[in-house]
């Protein structure tokens, strides 16, 4: 027996090839699961993916896939059912495209809608279909302090993010009597290219918002992500999680 948290695992993972994802993929394989990541480019560091997949005894894949494209998400979910069961999937894929209202294009919009919230709905449909077959599995979808609080400059962020946290209780009440669990998690203000591009002055401002004083690392958004994904989550469904540094309480 391991006590490895997903031992023996096979987890799914969108927007794997950076930032929280590239974490939460970490995370995953040391916890003893095989992972597929989908995202449009590979990790840069794949090659060291592949290292710590080998000394945990578990498999790691790349999966080209653009998540707002209904036919190459079902393909690859299709195949990955083939291979295997799939035990958890993390809907953690996401862009940003902010500006004030009056700027925003409608382009802007559904591009960001398309990817943060419609790729959650395409993924969780056919791994829902295939996890309540077999009376087991865990959906964690990754939204947004943001989506909780709103946030001047990104309604279309905002809106994904909150139409996320519906999406979650949603589909938690769906398929929680055959077994299978779905929660979210809402971070704050985490380093990754994502927040590479905030100015200097706004990053100041909201630094100056988080109690805890300082920015989150992605590490600290995976273990979390782990933990619900896992076992040791297994009486928690429907529940969104903010990890924040205190910034939305
Ligand atoms: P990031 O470093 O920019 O990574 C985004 C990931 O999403 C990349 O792996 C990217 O891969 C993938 N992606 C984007 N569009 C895609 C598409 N159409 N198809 C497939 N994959 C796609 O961002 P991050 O900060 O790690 O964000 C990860 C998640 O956390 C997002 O949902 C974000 O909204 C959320 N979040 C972030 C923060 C923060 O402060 N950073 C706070 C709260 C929530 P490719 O470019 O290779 O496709």
């Known amino acids: 027996m391991s006590d490895k948290l997903l031992n023996g ?3 799914i993972v969108t927007g794997g090839s950076k930032g929280i994802g590239l974490a939460i993929v970490k995370a995953f394989l040391g916890a003893g699961s095989s992972v597929e990541y989908l995202s449009r480019s590979k990790a840069d560091d794949h090659a060291s993916l592949e290292a710590l997949a080998a000394g945990n005894g578990v498999t790691v894949r790349w999966t080209t896939c653009d998540v707002t494209d209904e036919a190459s998400v079902e393909a690859v979910l299709e195949a990955a059912v083939a291979r295997g069961p799939i035990d958890v999937v993390i809907n953690n894929a996401g862009v940003t495209r902010d500006g004030l209202i009056f700027r925003m294009t409608l382009e802007d919009w559904k591009a960001v809608i398309d990817t943060n919230l419609t790729s959650a709905f395409l993924v969780s ?3 829902a279909r295939h996890m309540i077959k077999r009376r087991a599995g865990s959906i964690v979808n990754v939204s947004s302090v943001v989506g909780i609080m709103g946030n001047g400059g990104q309604t279309n962020y905002a809106a994904s993010k ?6 979650t209780k949603s ?3 769906e398929v929680a009597s055959r077994g299978v669990r779905v929660n979210a998690v809402a971070p704050g ?5 994502m927040t590479e591009k905030i100015p ?3 990053r100041d401002k909201l630094k100056a918002s988080i109690p805890l ?3 989150a690392a992605p590490e ?15 009486y928690i469904t429907g529940e969104v999680v903010k990890i924040d540094g205190g910034m939305g309480m």
């Open 189 to 193: 203000f985490v380093e990754t290219a």
């Open 9 to 11: 695992k096979n987890s």
């Open 162 to 167: 909150a139409g996320l946290i519906g999406f």
């Open 171 to 173: 589909l938690a009440r």
């Open 220 to 234: 600290e958004i995976a273990s979390v992500v782990l933990f619900l994904a896992s076992d040791m989550a297994s």
């Open 200 to 202: 200097g002055e706004a």
């Open 213 to 215: 004083g300082r920015t």
């Open 125 to 127: 449909r056919t791994a």
